[in-house]
Each structure stands twice: as structure tokens, then as C-alpha cells.
């Protein structure tokens, strides 16, 4: 797990420098009107109070004794309110600028909204601001300059935007300020510079843009300078590595150059935390840092580093080391030499993947901290023995050990690692048998050893890592017969690989009980029997590949219950019998059958008809199937069964047309009968059992599309609530715009989609409108149930719709779930619909959330149907297609002329996948010239994931602790929650690859994400 340091860890910082005092005011007789009326306006402006603090705000008592107030003892005068936590809703009185004695104002933690009432600049004698942690928009208002004695303002985690006003600049007393996770813009100001008191400068998660000021070199009681993932580029100053008092130092995930000063260790001697990762630093980790004796935290990932890594030796308090993705080592012997100079015993993750480090693993390795539960040390070009010593390591959740050039066997001391939960030694030069120790490591979610030299047999032992959620032993020599205890191992749910081996005998029966199981690769090995029928059991999955063995026997008994599968490869095996016709139902993208003795007659349905999907050659007996197969007919008895056969199918849908003629005709007479009953009313036929709804009943629902009532605008018109009052039902009604080039095909698209379909994440069409209006203009709109949450973009980016409830940031179980609906959805609408769907415009914005935060897709106006099972597009939806979906979104081959395909879809998902973890739209300002959001967490997989992941997925809820308590409790959930996004991320990386063979199946990305649900489930995370 790599430590990202974020500004709200800072927070019981606060605590320390502005004492919270816990006293209960005495009361005496009395009051004072003005404090008194301005707290009653307060309270008039919260809309909610779930937990019913404003209850003892009456006369019952003086006001000094309401709920978060306390008074001065001398006059009775409001000093401090405090009501952080509570999970109120509404927005900020004006009237707060009447409590002119107040001192300390408290909201944390809240949902207000609206924006910082300017009154707040009348309160001269306020020391401390604490409103992080909502709602609140607009720009943090000018005359703040009123605050003369400000000693903490905390703005952090806001939708704040504009400039930071040059007012701040006369707050001298002004110890901190806290501004993170805003959309303030422009450059950082260089005023701040002359704040001299200022202690933390919390500005990470902005849009702040140019160089770093030197001014702030001037500030030279700065402990914290938190000014990571903005926009900020060229040089760190030199004036700020002589802030001798500086503690934590962020500049991660900019576009910062240069290099870091060789005295650094020298001027900055209280370092506890280094954060530059994700930049373009260039030169050496400079030697000085030695002398840097607190150092807890050295993150410098994703740079341009180069050389060796300095002796460590005086860094007895390190506790992440993250140096993943430099140039660092020279290939040499003697590259990790510095491991040997490490005495932290609070050591907890080493990263050096993907470097240039050479040489042999020190035998010291082992003598590292007990707490290490990371270590990661693949891609880069280490060889000879893994030490023995490393099973002294018995805190170790994550071992990558793959890329490199390991020779000799895996020790058995690995067996002592019973916490390890990912082991990876995949292409190496391993040899000898796989430890029968692995067994100990019941906790083992992940085992990779593919591509190295391991003979011997599969060990039985591994039978109990009951964990496991994925085996690849494949590229190897492994040989006997597959352990049935392998099979027993329930949890395996991605992929089980043991390819390319020499493993020989049959099929265990116990195979039927890995039946969440997602991909089984057993080619390339000398397996032979027939395949067992408890095979059919296992309905989970997506990928099966057995080809180049000896298999043999008829495969319909154990594939008619397979599916959901979309890959087989079964050739250059010894199968028999006719091709079972129902493979012809199966959604399936491959086939290759070749190679066999298969007989009789070829399907010509489904997957069969396209000839570059499917593959039979080598199969000397079959016959039929499309013409481009070049088979020859079959007997003529069933070519006249056939012809009968066609004669019925030509009877019956000559009929079928009689029929529908006679009933378009009444529907004609119908239709013209109601025109002249009322100019005015045009309506289609509802749908899902409502009552047909006019204009009339559109303009009485929607108040007159009253603005009021404006919940979202797109591309074809906009979307409003509504009230049904025939139905007693709040609805949403989306109107089109018939004037925008289009929008009438958008409504027909919609209908024709939406009146077919039906899946619990689809957003539910209730009826439809296509009349005209009062002034008898066409008039076309969509009435859909109403999902009372918004859209997902308004959960991700804060936004707060029109007249509408404030929206909270979504917690990673949130996300996650939203993330498996969603796919869930595409998976039904490609491989589940009578006829397949593409949707075209997944993106956040339609993603709509209901009152438990499940996803539903909506917007259908983009979509295209596809008639016939191999994807295609008829000619008549294949015109002026151009491009379709939204910028960022849309596929790299739509803008090429590519046809709109399934792929397409999955392409959109995974960049949605990608921005629901991230927090980052794919068209963020960061994303330019040859970076995407894409190769963003490409870069990042897997250690630095913590570094690109939204920073909310990773704070801590610890309000009053120290910081070395919430720093620990951030640590604590990270570490599950780490592991959790690179699935998450590896998943949205392989959805949104550039060319769309390469893209992950969508019923793959739904089978991961439904293990990892379990998964997260079993873990207790919320």
C-alpha cells in the first residue's frame, strides 16, 4: 500500500492549536435579543435535523444552554457554535453576522450549501472558521478581511471556486488555512508569503495552476505545505527547502521539474513526510536525506529519478518507502544496497518496482520490519536466489516479485508468510517443485508463478488456501495429474491457468464445484478422458480454453448449461459427435472447434455466422453451415425436411402479415377518430400500466416547466420533475427539443429501446407523449419513474442541482456497488435482449442514483439495436453514424469511422469505472497531448493506486485525535481499501484499452466486480 498524505489528516491538528473548550454556560437572568434572534434565523435555514439538536432551541431555557452554543460568562454573548457532525442540511444565515462576540464557529462535517454568507465579515473578534466538509459554493467571500484576529480558517472539501481573495492577505494572525478539494483556480497565491504565522497550508485537490511562489520561503514557522494534485509546473522554488521547521511536504500529482536540492536532508531536518510522486523530477534522491531523522514517509513514485538510492541508515522512523516507477539503479551488482542500511522497525511498504535496479537479493532482506505488510520489487532486473531469509518477513500481505531474472528455487520458508494475501514470481527463471509450505498461506487471494522452469506436481496442500480468488501456475513444466483438492477451492472466481505444462490424466468430477468461476485455461498440457459432466455446474463462466490435449467424447453433455460463455477454444483435440445446435443460442464472440472429429451438420445461427469468430477446420465430417465456410451439403432427406420445413415458417408469417395489416388498419381508423374528437391530443399508447398523459397533463405535472421544477438538461432537451396527480406519482418528464437537429429520432430511438427491455438498473419508462401543444406545434416527451438522488456526475463532482438537495461525496462501497450495476446493465442489454443493444453515451450523467444509491441507466437516444447476433448493423443504421457519444467517453475507433459496436460500450465503461475511483473526468484539464485518463492508472497500477485514487476513498473519520492516531486509522482502512482499487482499477484499465480486441468482456468485468462485492462484503468496509 502506498501512504498518500492528505490535508484531512491534518485535522486534529487543529485541536492542538485552537483548544475546543468543553464548559456548560451558567444561567442567569437575562438575555440578549440580537444573539438570540440571529441564532432562531440560523436555525430557520436548516431544512433537516435528523438527530433533533434544534429541539432544546425554545424558550425553555436561555439561549446560552441551547444545543452547541456557549456564551461568555461576563455579558451572555454567543462566543462559540459549535454543531459539526450532525448531518444537517440547509444553508448559512446571513444573520450569523450579528453575533458580533462570536469567537469560534463550528459546521464541519455537515450538508450545508449555498454560498458563505459575506456577513461573515463582520464578526471582527471570530479566531476560527471550521466549514470543511460540505456543501458550500461560490467564492470565499471578499470582505473575509473584516476577520482580523482569523487564527484557523478551514474551507476544505467544498465546491468553492474562483481565485483565493487577496483580503486573506491582511489575516496576519492567520496560524492555518485549509482550502483543499475545492475548484479554486488560478495561481497560487503569492500573499501567502507574507502570512508570517501561518503554521499548514492545506490547497491540495484544486486547480491551481503556474509555479510555486518563492514568497512562501518567508514563512518560516510552516510545518505542513500541502499543495498536491493541481495543476502547478516549472521548479520548486529553493526558498522553500530552507523552511527549517517544515514537517509534511506535498506536491504530489502536478506537473512539477527540476530537480531536489542536494542539501535537502540539511534544511528541511524535522521531514517527517516527502510527497513528489507523480511529477517529472529528475537526478538522484539527494544523499543529505539521511539527515533527515523523522522521516516517516518518502514517496517519490512516478518520476524520473535516476541512480543509486542513498544509504538509509538514519531513517529509523520510515515507514513507507515508494520509489515505483524511476529510472533509479544502474542494472549492477550493488543496487540494493541500501536495503541493507534500513534499521526502521516501523517499516510497512517498500516499492522499487519498475526500475533498473540489478543484482542479487541481499540475504539481509530478511532482517527488515516485522510490520512490512508490502513489499514490491517486479520489473526490474534482479537475479539469483530468493533469500530463504524473506519468511522472516511474517507480516507481509503483498509479495510481487515477477519481471526479473530469480534463478533456484522458491524457499520454503515462504510457507512462514500465513498474513500474505497476493504472491507474484511470475516471468523468472524459477525452478524445482512449487513448495508443498504454500498450503500455510490460507489467507492467499491472488497466486501467480506463470513463466518460469517449476516441475514436479501441483501440491495438494494448495487445496487449503480456501481464499483464493485467482491460480495462474501456467508457462511452466509442471506434470502429473491436476490435484482434485485444487477444486475444491469454492472461492475461485477470476481465473484458474494452468496452461502451457505437461500435466497429464483427466478431469477430477470435483470441477463442477468451482462455480463462480470466470475463466479455466487448461491448454497446451497432454489431459485426456472425456470431459466430466459436473463441468456444466460451473455456470460462472465466460472463458474456457482446453485446446492441445487429448480430450475426446460428445461436448454437449457438459457445455448446454455453459451460457454465459463467450470464448471456447476446444481444438487439436479428440472430441466426437455432431456440434450441439444450442451453441448457435450462446453469446459467444469465439469459437474454435478445429482440429476434432466432429460430424454431421454445422449450425448457422449465432456465432456461426461469423466465419472469422469461428474456426472448424481439421473436422473432415460436417457439413452445411454459411456458404463461406466451403463445407459440403448434407444428405438430401434433410435437405427436404428443411425445405418442409420452410414451406410452414412462409405460411405462417404470410399470415402473420394479414394479421398485422388488418390491426394497423383498425389502429388507422382508431387513430383518426380521436384526431378529429381533439386537435389537441396526439398521445401514444402508455406504457407499464400508466393512463395515457397529454400536454395538458405534462404543462399541470410540471407547474408550467417551471424552472422551479428544472432538474437536468441534455443534448435533445431538458428534464423536469413532475407530479401525476391521476396516478399520485412524482415522475420525471424528459421534453425534447424538436428544433435541435435530431431530437424527434432521439424519442423514437428511446421508445423503441426502452418498451422491450427491462432490468432492475435500467431507469423505467412509464408512458410516452407525442401530441402538440396549445399553439399546435409538435410536442414529444418521455415520462420516467423519478430516481430521487440525482445523477452519479452530481455524487462525483458535487454538483447541486437546481432548487435541489446538497449531494455527498460517495463512500467506496457506494461506488463500487453503482460500478456493478452498471455493468450488470450493459451485460443485459448486449448478451441478454432478444436483440442486442448499444447504448453509446455511457457516461456519469446517465447514471441516475435512487433513494438506496443504486445505479439505473437511462438516456437512451443515442442507442442502436442490432437485429442479428453477430453485432452488425444493418445498412440502414450504419449512415451517417459520425460520432456518437461524448467526448472523453466515446471509443478512439468512433472518431476513426468505426462502426458503433459492443466494444464501444465497454470502452465507455471502462473510462466511467476509471472516473467513478479517481474522481477525475477524462477531459480534466490534466489530461493533455499524449496523457489520458486511461494511461493515468496505467502508470499507477498496482502499488501507486492510493496516489491517483479519489483522495475521500482514503480519509480518515477521526475528529478529535492526534495526528499520529489518524494517520494510523488512515492507514488501517487503506490497507483493505488498496487492494480493492487495484482490482478496481485493472478492471476499468482493461475495459478502456485503445483497440477494442484488447478490451476485457463486459461479462468478465461483471463476474470480477461480483467477487469483489463478496469480497468487500466479507471485509466489512463501507
Known amino acids: 500500500m502506498f501512504f498518500s498524505i492528505t490535508p484531512l489528516c491534518l485535522l486534529s491538528f487543529v485541536t492542538l492549536v485552537v483548544p475546543v473548550p468543553y464548559c456548560r454556560a451558567i444561567l442567569i437572568p437575562g438575555t440578549n435579543k440580537t444573539d438570540r434572534n440571529a441564532l432562531l434565523q440560523f436555525k430557520d435555514k436548516i431544512s433537516n435535523d435528523p438527530f433533533g439538536i434544534f429541539s432544546t432551541w425554545n424558550d425553555s431555557v436561555h439561549f446560552c444552554q441551547w444545543h452547541g452554543i456557549m456564551c461568555g460568562r461576563r455579558h451572555l454573548r454567543v462566543t462559540h457554535l459549535i454543531l459539526q457532525s450532525m448531518k444537517l442540511v440547509g444553508s448559512l444565515s446571513p444573520f450569523i453576522g450579528n453575533l458580533s ?23 471582527y473578534r471570530l479566531k476560527y472558521l471550521g466549514l470543511e466538509n460540505n456543501s458550500f459554493s461560490g467564492q470565499i467571500p471578499a470582505n473575509i478581511s473584516g476577520c482580523k484576529k482569523f487564527e484557523a480558517l478551514e474551507l476544505g472539501n467544498n465546491l468553492l471556486v474562483g481565485e483565493v481573495p487577496i483580503a486573506i492577505a491582511s489575516m496576519s494572525k492567520l496560524t492555518i488555512v485549509f482550502i483543499f478539494s475545492n475548484n479554486l483556480s488560478g495561481n497560487f497565491p503569492k500573499f501567502f508569503g507574507n502570512l508570517t504565522s501561518l503554521v499548514a497550508i492545506a490547497a491540495g485537490d484544486n486547480n491551481f495552476v503556474g509555479r510555486v511562489p518563492a514568497s512562501l520561503g518567508r514563512l518560516q514557522n510552516l510545518e505542513y505545505l500541502y499543495l498536491g494534485m493541481n495543476g502547478l509546473s516549472g521548479a520548486l522554488p529553493s526558498s522553500i527547502f ?85 529510472h533509479l539503479g544502474s542494472g549492477a551488482q550493488g543496487d540494493l544496497k541500501f536495503l541493507e542500511s534500513i534499521n526502521s522497525t516501523g517499516l510497512k511498504v517498500l516499492a522499487i518496482n519498475y526500475n533498473n535496479f540489478g543484482g542479487t537479493l541481499p540475504e539481509s532482506i530478511g532482517n527488515l520490519s516485522s510490520q512490512l505488510n508490502m513489499m514490491s520489487i517486479q520489473a526490474n532486473r534482479l537475479f539469483g536466489k530468493i533469500p530463504s531469509s524473506v519468511g522472516n518477513l511474517r507480516g507481509l500481505e503483498l509479495l510481487h516479485m515477477g519481471d526479473n531474472q530469480f534463478t533456484g528455487s522458491i524457499p520454503d520458508t515462504v510457507g512462514n508468510l500465513i498474513e500474505l494475501k497476493k504472491f507474484r514470481v511470475d516471468m523468472n527463471k524459477l525452478t524445482g517443485n512449487i513448495p508443498s509450505t504454500i498450503g500455510n498461506l490460507t489467507e492467499l487471494l491472488e497466486l501467480i508463478m506463470k513463466g518460469n522452469n517449476f516441475q514436479g506436481t501441483i501440491p495438494l496442500s494448495i487445496g487449503k488456501c480456501q481464499n483464493l480468488l485467482g491460480i495462474d501456475l501456467s508457462q511452466n513444466n509442471l506434470s502429473g495429474i491436476i490435484p482434485s483438492q485444487v477444486f475444491t477451492i469454492s472461492s475461485l472466481s477470476i481465473y484458474f491457468d494452468l496452461s502451457e505444462n505437461q500435466l497429464s490424466g483427466s478431469l477430477p468430477e470435483e470441477i463442477g464445484k468451482l462455480n463462480n468461476l470466470a475463466k479455466l485455461d487448461i491448454h497446451g498440457n497432454d489431459l485426456s478422458g472425456e470431459i466430466p459432466n459436473s463441468l456444466g455446474r460451473c455456470t460462472s463462466l465466460v472463458e474456457l480454453r482446453m485446446q492441445n490435449n487429448l480430450f475426446e467424447g460428445n461436448i454437449s453433455s ?138 395538458a397533463d405534462i404543462v399541470k405535472a410540471t407547474d408550467g ?15 423536469y420533475k413532475g407530479f401525476l ?19 424527434s429520432k432521439s424519442f423514437l430511438v428511446e421508445c423503441e429501446v426502452l418498451k422491450n427491455i427491462r432490468h432492475r438498473n435500467l431507469v423505467k419508462i412509464l408512458t410516452a407523449c407525442s401530441s402538440v401543444d396549445f399553439q399546435g406545434n409538435e410536442f ?243
Open 725 to 743: 396527480a391521476d396516478e399520485n406519482t412524482i415522475v420525471a418528464v424528459k421534453v425534447f427539443d424538436l428544433k435541435k437537429r435530431g431530437a
Open 242 to 326: 530552507n523552511i527549517s521547521s517544515l514537517v509534511g511536504f506535498q506536491f504530489n500529482i502536478n506537473q512539477l521539474e527540476g530537480s531536489l536540492p542536494p542539501d535537502l536532508g540539511v534544511t528541511l531536518p524535522n521531514l517527517v513526510y516527502l510527497n513528489v510522486g507523480i511529477n517529472q523530477f529528475t537526478g538522484p534522491i539527494p544523499a543529505s536525506i539521511s539527515n533527515a531523522t523523522r522521516l516517516m514517509g518518502l514517496i517519490i513514485g512516478a518520476n524520473k529519478f535516476s541512480g543509486n538510492v542513498p544509504t538509509m541508515e538514519k531513517l529509523n522512523q520510515l515507514q513507507w518507502i515508494s520509489a515505483t516507477l524511476n
Open 780 to 1022: 414529444k416527451a418521455l415520462v420516467y419513474e423519478f430516481l430521487e438522488n440525482g445523477s452519479l456526475e452530481g455524487h462525483l463532482h458535487l454538483e447541486l442541482p437546481p432548487n435541489g438537495t446538497p449531494r455527498r461525496r460517495l463512500s467506496f462501497v457506494q461506488r463500487l456497488n453503482i460500478a456493478f450495476d452498471v455493468a450488470c446493465v450493459v451485460d443485459y442489454l448486449h448478451h441478454q435482449c432478444q436483440t442486442a443493444v448499444i447504448h453509446c453515451d455511457l457516461k456519469p450523467s446517465n447514471i441516475l442514483l435512487d433513494a438506496q444509491m443504486n445505479g439505473h441507466v437511462g438516456d437512451f437516444g443515442l442507442a442502436r439495436i442490432f437485429p442479428n447476433a453477430t453485432g452488425d448493423l444493418p445498412a440502414s443504421q450504419t449512415s451517417s453514424i459520425g460520432l456518437r457519444g461524448t467526448i472523453g467517453y466515446a471509443p478512439p475507433e468512433y472518431a476513426m469511422g468505426s462502426k458503433v459496436s459492443k466494444d464501444g460500450d465497454v470502452y465507455s465503461y471502462g473510462v466511467l469505472l476509471l472516473e467513478i475511483f479517481t474522481g477525475k473526468r477524462p477531459t480534466h484539464d490534466m489530461f493533455k497531448d499524449a496523457l489520458n485518463l486511461h494511461d493515468y492508472c496505467t502508470a499507477a497500477l498496482p502499488e501507486r493506486v492510493a496516489d491517483i485514487a479519489d483522495q475521500q476513498l482514503l480519509f480518515c473519520e477521526t475528529e478529535e485525535s492526534s495526528i499520529a492516531d489518524t494517520l494510523n486509522n488512515q492507514i488501517s482502512i487503506g490497507a483493505h481499501v488498496q487492494e480493492c482499487l487495484v482490482m478496481i482499477f485493472e478492471i476499468g484499465v482493461a475495459c478502456s484499452a485503445e483497440l477494442p480486441r484488447e478490451r476485457m468482456k463486459i461479462s468478465d468485468a461483471v463476474t470480477r466486480l461480483r467477487s469483489l462485492k463478496e469480497r468487500v462484503n466479507k471485509m466489512g468496509l463501507r
Open 101 to 123: 462576540f462570536l469567537q469560534k464557529l463550528e459546521l464541519q462535517n455537515n450538508n450545508f450549501v449555498g454560498e458563505i454568507p459575506p456577513e461573515i465579515g463582520n464578526l
Open 705 to 719: 416547466f417551471s424552472s422551479s421544477n428544472l432538474i437536468g438538461m441534455g443534448g435533445f432537451g431538458s428534464v
Open 558 to 695: 457438459f457445455l448446454s448449461s455453459l451460457n454465459g460463455l463467450q470464448h471456447i477454444d476446444l481444438s487439436s483435440n479428440n472430441f466426437s459427435g455432431p456440434i450441439p445446435m444450442f451453441l448457435e443460442k450462446f453469446q459467444l464472440q469465439y469459437l474454435n472447434l478445429s482440429f476434432n472429429n466432429f460430424k454431421g451438420e454445422v449450425p448457422n445461427e449465432g456465432v456461426f455466422l461469423n466465419t472469422s469468430a469461428t474456426s472448424l477446420e481439421g473436422n473432415n465430417k460436417l457439413c452445411g453451415g454459411m456458404p463461406r465456410l466451403d463445407l459440403p451439403s448434407c444428405s438430401s432427406s434433410k435437405g427436404k425436411r428443411r425445405s418442409s420445413t420452410s414451406r410452414y415458417v412462409i405460411i405462417a408469417v404470410t399470415c402473420g402479415i394479414v394479421v398485422a395489416l388488418i390491426l394497423l388498419l383498425l389502429l388507422m381508423t382508431f387513430y383518426c377518430l380521436r384526431r378529429k374528437k381533439s386537435e389537441a391530443s396526439l398521445e401514444t399508447p402508455s406504457i407499464g400500466g400508466f393512463q395515457q398523459v397529454s400536454y
